[in-house]
């Protein structure tokens, strides 16, 4: 089959979250298993363009409501990603340094998938399947099935991965000319009370919805942000398929951005070398153990609890481990942790910003993970982390849920806690102080984690078997 991914992030090209991950992955893996697997994503200014080879395979003039582009794709020539790699650039919308964040971003994100679909009308055969993620490529099942200049496309089977509901592209009315003219009677096909929604649209005309996890797929129907009714609604349509892990990235025995490498057998030794260099860069104690958070700085992640939950467990606890946080989002989240380094003795820090290097020696030296979240579609970091050795500590919520088994139940291996609470997080603190003090235990729940497997195959699987439903 042949699958055209359409995505705003692809890792290493642009990264934001784990949207970037998975979308650098999944296609990779899809084309191991036999298939082709293509992704086509927004030209930003990434030091990525810059240090790769580029050919121009198509040039294509569209509008933007009254405003006509000329766009143009170019093509990653070496396959280094292992799958076809296509960027769209618009002069003035999408050649900027940042992936999000703009005034304009409905814009952007519009001309972006004009330019895509317009670009699929003008291959001389069609794609199997065009798979699309998140609410910045939701719109393209409705134009595929309503714009009159692109309907002869409508037969290509569209699938939409939501990786999160919380952000849905919202626009007003006013821009429904941006949309290459089309059937007035499918107004109700973009709206969601009252703006058009670019995610709704794409779960009302999608063939086929999928959540990156089972649980979070059961909480839609009750929290999605507005969209709980339609989720209901289109239950017949939705599955959950668990995100995987890139493997071949994410391994302690190789991975790149570390240089003490381990693996199962001498987990123990390498995640103290690892932790060694964590606590003299950061002024932590060695000695007692590391509790690291991973993330944006946001409400879906529990980040603004994270202040009063280490200061409590600073107080009630005792200073018995050490807390490093990396991680940017609210200004006021920011500013706190950081005043909170005033507190420091030599058991806290934080890095406020975006770290690729530091994240992986963070799970790699860690000895817990602290996912503290209110919303969580998935996550990656707490696989990343037990692929390393790492105890999660996680609310019992979507893809966490679905992942972490708690330690005192059979088979367990994690730490899960029920609300995103100051105190529901500061006695998960608790209990990760006291497995720690339990030296076997500890040994023995890394072993157990470290080899469970959260590879691609599984899901690649699930994901053929539904495309060939269609
Ligand atoms: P989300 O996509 O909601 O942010 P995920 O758990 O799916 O959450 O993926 C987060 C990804 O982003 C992981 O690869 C994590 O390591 C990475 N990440 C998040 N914040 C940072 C940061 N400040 N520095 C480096 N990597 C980060
Ligand atoms: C989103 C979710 C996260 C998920 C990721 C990849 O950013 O917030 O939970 O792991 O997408 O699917």
Redesign the pocket.
Known sequence: MEIIHVSAECYPVAKA???G??VGALPKYQNQSGHIAKVVMPMYRTKFLLANEWDVVHKGYTNLGNWWFTYTIIKERNNVLDFDLYLVDINGLLDRDKIYGYDDDADRFTAFQISVVDWISAWSHRPDVIHVH?YHAGLIPFIIKYCYRYQHLQNIPTVL?I??A?YQGWMGWDKSHFLPAWDPWKRGMLDWKGSINPLASGIKCAWKVTT??WS?LDELRVSANGLESLFEYEKGKCVGIL?GIDSVVWDPATDKYIENHFDTESADKGKLKNKKLLCETFGLDITKPLIVFIGRLVG?KGADLLPQAIRDSFYYIGRTMNFLVLGSGFPEVESELESMKFLNQNDYNVYIGYNEGLSHLMYAGADFILMP?R???????QMYAMRYGTVPMVRNT??LRDTVIDYGDPDGYGIRFNYAAVGDISQAIWRAVEMYKDEEKLKEIRQHMMRLDFSWETSVKQYIDLYKSL
């Open positions: 979250g784990g949207l991950d998975v998140d991965t990786h999160n919380q990156v996890s979070y995100n879906e979240s919303v969580e579609p998935c996550g990656l970091n979507g893809g």
